[in-house]
Every structure is written in C-alpha cells, then in structure tokens.
C-alpha cells in the first residue's frame, strides 16, 4: 500500500458553487493534509453553478489536486430549469425584478419529464463521465479511499460503481435525506426507485456519515438490516478564522439577518406576519427596525412582503461573497434561523450564527436537533415556526433588550471549539485512518492465506518438477496433441517480434519460455517453484531469458512488458482480480495479455466434480496426508470464460478475444478420461479430428464460439491495454 494516505473525494457542489454545501467538503478538504491524508477531489467545471462565489475558491489548499470533468448535461438543465445566475443589486425592486426569474413556471408535462429524467437528481448527467475519470484517478494515484457527499446524491452512485469496480473503502456522506421533506411528494413509483437507489449506497458504503442525529435515526428505522454501528455523525461547522476576522459594531436600527435561501416548503411566512403585528403592537419598533434576507428568495413570498406593506423595512441582498456574508451575520443585532419542514438535519449556518456570537432568533420545530442545539448552547430563543404570536411576543422582547442595550448572546466560546472544521475534520481523519487500518489488516490475512496457497502450489508443483513436462506436454499422443494446439493458439495471440519484451507467469520447467524466446527480445520467466526453474535453466540457455523464483503476488520491478502470458497458472491463484490488476499494471499501453486456463463451466466437468466431491469427504473421513486434500482443493479453483473476461473488461483490458484450446472429450482409455470408451487404436485419428474441429471455431464469430467453450477442457482469453 502506498505510504502517502490517499482519498478520492466526490462532490457535485465545490468552489466557486456559491451553495451551502460547499463550505463542509472544503472544509475537510483544507485540514485533511495536515492530519496525514491527500484529498483529490473530483468535481465539475467551474461553469456548472448558478450561483458562484469565486473568492472561495482561495480557499482550496494549493497542493489539493482538483479533478474537473466536462458536464455535459449543465447546458439541457439550464434549458429545462429555465434558472439564471443570481446577481446582486442594492433596491428591493430591482432585486425582485431579476431574482423572479431564477424560478418560473413550467408545464406540467415538462415538469413530468424533468421528474423522470432527474433520478436520483438534476446533476445526474454527470455520472458516467464522473466514473470514467475516477477509474483513471484511482489507478493513477492509488487511491485508499473514497468519500461521497450528498446532496446530489448522484455523487454516491459514482462512488457505488466505483467501490464496486475497485474494491476500495468507501465512506458516503449525506448533508440531508435522500428524498427530501422540501419537495413535494411524489408518485410511488419514484420513491421506491430513489429508495431503492439509497439502500444499495447503504448497504455497500463500509461507513455512513450523517450531519444530525436525527438523520441517523431515521436512516436506521428505515433500513433495519444495516449495521448502526456502521453510521456516524460529524455535524457541520464553521471556519475559525474566517470569523475571528470580523466583530460586532453597535447598529443604527434593530437589525434582523437571515442568510441562506428561501424555496420550497422553507419560508419566512410566520416570522413576516409576526414582525407585521409587533410593528402594529409597537410603532417605535417599526420604525427602528431593518431585516435583512441574504440569498435567494422567491417571488411569491415578496408578494406576501407587499402584501403587508412592509417593503421599506426588507432588504434583500441576493448573493454575497461568503466572508461578507459572515460580516453581515457579525453586524447584526438578532440571526434568523427558519430551518423549514426537515427537522432531520440542521441548518449548515447554524454553526455560523453560533460562532458570530449574536442572539439567535430559531423558528424551529419542537424536537429538531437545530432546537436542541440552541437550547443547549444558550445562544438564542427557539419558537414554534406556525405560532405567530409566540414569534411576535418574542420580537417585542427582544427589541425591548436592544433598547436597553441587554441584547448580547449567552453562548460559552469554549463549547463552540468542537463545531470548528478543524475539529471535525479530527473527527473524519480518525474514521478514515480506522478503515484503513482495518484495510491494512485485512490485505495482511488475505496475503497470509495467499502465502498458505502459495506453499501448497509450490510442495506440490516442486515434487512433479521432474516429471511434469513429460506427464503433461510429452508423454502420450494425447499429450503432445495438446501441446500442439496449446503451442499454436498461443503464438497465434502473442503475435511475437523480436522488439517484444516478455513476461512469463508460472514458466514450470521452461517448455513455453523456450518457444517465446527464440523470437522476443527479452523474456522475464518467474515461478514459484525453485524446482522448475531449476529444470527450465538446465533444458534451456538463451542469453534473453531471465529466470526468477517468485510468487507472481510478490513480484515488483518498474519495467514494463509487451506480452505477459501465463499457461494453465492463474487457476492456482486465489485471488484472480488481484492477478489481472497487477498484469494489466506490468503491461505497457497496447501491450497484450495472454492468459490459458482451465475451462469453467464445461460438459465434461460433471463427473470430475462429483468424484472430487467424494474424494475430498472420503479424504476428511479417513484423515488421509494433507497434500491429498490440497490437490482437491486447487482443482476446484477454476475461472469461468464469462467471469474472466468481464473481470478484464472491468479492469480496463479492451479487445478480449476469448478462443477454445483442447477441445476434445474425455473419453480415451490412455487418459484415465472420465468416460473412457475410445481405445488407443482410434486415438491418433480422433485427436487430429478434434484439433481441427478447435482451429475451425478459432475462425467463426466470438459469440457462437461460446458453444465450443463448454465443451472444451482449456480456453484462452487475451486482452489489449488502451488508454
């Protein structure tokens, strides 16, 4: 594994996006490198938001790569969301006339399609694209983990597919629910689609993080089958030193901040009606008072603003920078907080508010976490979002401390160091260096039980040394027609020249190194047997050939091989993915792998599985020499033609070209076949009959070629490395 500790992480919305979500994944990704892990962050081109806030991106740490991908969907959602990017303006007018067109109205059958077309959300366009750099990025950089964040929850999937390609620990992150409580409910059909979608990212996520504990439990009650144990909680937070830049300078009006967006079910309705009665209830409050929404606002929601005559008294800023936004938040006499419907998660700016040390006006619901967190930290008032005369009563009363210079928010700054980035960012380096270490400790069993097979192949391959090449190649008619269709599909697929640098797994005693050699210009032959190379030097001599005694597993060098080819050896390797990656890394770009091994499924298996079956219960019973048992149990390790070359395919192989070798029945006498009715008499003619029956579907179209395959003893699949 490599010593530099490496996390791929994936997020739709980064900087320069001016959303909410962004200030969590840069937060983690500014203080990962000082706690010993290297972000590389794959997101999309600067151009995909509507709303940009450029100056964050002096925020990302220079050394953190940031891998952007072409978005080819940015351009269609714009079409169908008709959205705009939102710009600032100083009146309430002129605010209202340009922000009315970050929302129109839609056909219902266009918002039909962009429904359906919008799983599991808008951004889904970036998936395949996304995946496709992700498999370059992990095999480029040799990644050690995968974080995801949501929302968009397409993000999750592109980490789903990539564990699932890889095999690397994968840690989703979800900011709020999948189905969120702000958009309306759907039909039943996409539900189950989207809920089916976010238990798949459950169940293989090693670890699920959540920003609340409310969210962790409603993840748990819904999916009962998942270990809890397996969810955590890392909440939000805020960048200490971005609010140690800014104070609180006395205002010249009561001034009440909100800073965020409004869509949806999230609105400021109450809070307006309620300011509405309390500029009734007291006209010197009126008059002193100025509110402040900072962000996005819909239209509807200004009509209401009209409606109640209360213009003069609204400001609405669209889109600020974020350390103005922070200013705003510092400058103000009371923070808005309306966390909306979802009381599953908390606000993002909470945090904020919390850290800007001013009073806290929450309209939250009884039982959220946002409530909860107010209430515990005494940094504010906390009232039922639909009870407009507690809300005004609560204005009043907090007017009446402004005036008598009282209005100051109890909340201890020794509690707050807990919600600071970089303490949750701790808290994230300690899961991730958990799953690597479990990692390390698992690829450490999984190299001893490797080590264990490894030994077994070598006693047994060791003891046949001497014999094997005329058991196998040499020994009988039936064995040198093998080796003669072997040796010609071979050749065939390697496509030799004598520029070609080679690589030979499992060389035995040398019967294939010394055919490619005499026409490649190098060939690296290794085995992990010491006897058989030990034969292979005695039978050949060639200056081109270099001969190592190695476990393939265990095999390191920087050269990189034309060819690598491997005869009736990759069944004896138990962990066959492994295998492939390492080959597909040894090759170099438009190198050929050539692998030979034995056939699975095939007809005539069926016996041979059943005796062997037997023979391992009858081994067990009488407890007979453990070699016995072993020699069953590598037997049974083969690969299917089917598996295999998906398992290439996944691994980034193209051109797979899969051939039938030794097709022929087992039904000769000399052979001990599992059904022998053919004598020696027959055998020479049969055996001719046979091998050119294998050239002949060497030349028919690969998918009717899969026919020979289960009657065939051995296959050949090869492949091509491309970039």
């Not at 109205?105 to 496709?132: E, F, G, H, Q, V």
């Not at 994968?170 to 409580?181: E, G, H, L, V, Y």
């Not at 819909?298 to 800023?317: A, F, Q, S, T, Y």
Request: charged share 30%; with cysteine; net charge positive.
């Amino acid at each position: 594994m490599s010593k530099e500790k490496k996390v791929l992480m994936i997020a739709y919305s980064y900087p320069p996006s001016g959303m909410p979500g962004v200030y969590r994944t840069l937060g983690f990704v500014k203080h990962l490198p000082e706690n010993g892990w290297h972000p590389i962050v794959l997101t999309v081109p600067e151009d995909s938001y509507f709303i940009k806030d450029f100056s964050l991106l002096n925020n990302i740490p220079k050394e953190v790569k940031v891998v952007r991908i072409p978005y080819w969907g940015g351009r269609i959602q714009k079409f169908l969301t008709k959205k705009k990017e939102v710009v600032a303006s100083a009146g309430f007018k002129n605010s209202m006339q340009k922000t009315n067109n970050l929302v129109k109205k839609r056909s219902s059958i266009l918002n039909t399609i962009i429904k359906w077309i919008s799983i599991p959300d808008n951004m889904n366009r970036w998936i395949l694209n996304a995946y496709l750099a992700g498999k370059k990025i992990i095999n480029r950089e040799n990644i050690n983990l995968i974080w995801s964040t949501s929302p968009d929850d397409s993000a999750h999937l592109i980490a789903y597919f990539l564990k699932r390609k890889f095999r690397i620990p994968w840690i989703a992150d979800f900011r709020d629910p999948w189905i969120s409580p702000f958009i309306d409910n759907k039909n039943s059909l996409w539900k189950k689609i989207n809920e089916f979608l976010e238990s798949e990212v459950l169940n293989n996520a090693d670890t699920v993080v959540t920003v609340s504990n409310k969210l962790r439990e409603d993840l748990i009650l819904r999916y009962p089958r998942i270990n809890p144990q397996k969810i955590l909680v890392i909440t939000n937070g805020f960048e200490e030193e971005n609010l140690n830049k800014e104070k609180y300078y006395p205002t010249d009006k009561f001034t009440i901040t909100d800073t965020g967006r409004f869509y949806g079910k999230r609105t400021p309705t109450s809070f307006l009606l309620a300011l509405k009665q309390a500029f009734l209830e007291n006209p010197e409050m009126e008059k002193e008072t100025r509110v402040r929404f900072i962000g996005t606002f819909e239209g509807n929601i200004k009509k209401e603003v009209k409606k109640l005559r209360i213009e003069d008294k609204i400001e609405i800023i669209p889109q600020v920078p974020h350390q103005e936004c922070i200013k705003y938040q510092c400058r103000s006499d009371i923070l808005l907080l309306i966390p909306g419907p979802n009381t599953l998660t908390m606000p993002g700016k909470i945090f904020e508010y919390l850290a800007a040390k001013r009073p806290i006006l929450a309209l939250a619901e009884e039982g959220s976490d946002s409530a909860a967190l107010i209430r515990e930290t005494k940094s504010g008032a906390v009232v039922n979002p639909s009870d407009t005369f507690q809300i005004k009563n609560t204005l009043l009363d907090l007017f009446d401390k402004y005036k008598n210079g009282t209005l100051n928010s109890a909340v201890n700054p020794l509690r707050l160091k807990g919600y600071t980035r970089f303490s949750l960012t701790k808290k994230l380096v300690l899961i991730l260096d958990k799953i690597y270490e479990d990692k390390f400790i698992e690829e450490n069993e999984m190299k001893k039980e490797n080590t264990f097979n490894s030994e077994i192949i070598k006693n047994f391959f060791s003891q046949d040394s001497k014999s094997y090449l005329y058991n196998r190649w040499l020994g009988s008619p039936i064995a040198r027609a093998d080796f003669q269709i072997t040796r010609d599909i071979l050749l065939k697929n390697l496509s030799l020249c004598d520029l070609d640098r080679v690589l030979e797994i499992g060389c035995g005693p040398g019967i294939w190194t010394a055919i490619t050699s005499s026409i490649a210009k190098e060939v690296v032959a290794i085995d992990i047997s010491k006897n058989m190379i030990t034969e292979a030097k005695k039978r050949i001599n060639n200056d081109n050939i270099i001969f190592e005694n190695i476990d393939f597993q265990e095999y390191e060098t920087n050269k990189k091989f034309t060819k690598i080819f491997s005869v009736r050896v990759i069944e004896y390797f138990k962990n066959e993915e492994k295998v492939i990656e390492k080959i597909y890394k040894l090759l170099e770009n438009s190198g050929r792998a050539v692998i030979i091994t034995k056939s699975f499924p095939s007809i005539w298996m069926g016996r041979t599985r059943i005796l062997n079956f037997v023979c391992s219960l009858g081994t067990l019973l009488r407890s007979k020499k453990e070699q016995d048992k072993n020699q069953i149990k590598l037997w049974q390790e083969r690969k299917g033609f089917l598996k295999l070359s998906k398992l290439m395919r996944q691994t980034g192989f193209k051109k797979i070209k899969i051939f039938p070798v030794i097709l022929r029945p087992h039904i000769f006498k000399s052979s001990n076949g599992e059904y022998p009715i053919i004598s020696k008499r027959y055998e020479k003619t049969l055996l001719r009959f046979f091998n050119a029956l294998t050239k002949i579907s060497w030349k028919i179209p690969q998918p009717l070629r899969y026919l020979f395959l289960f009657f065939s003893e051995t296959y050949l699949i090869s492949g091509v490395k491309e970039k």
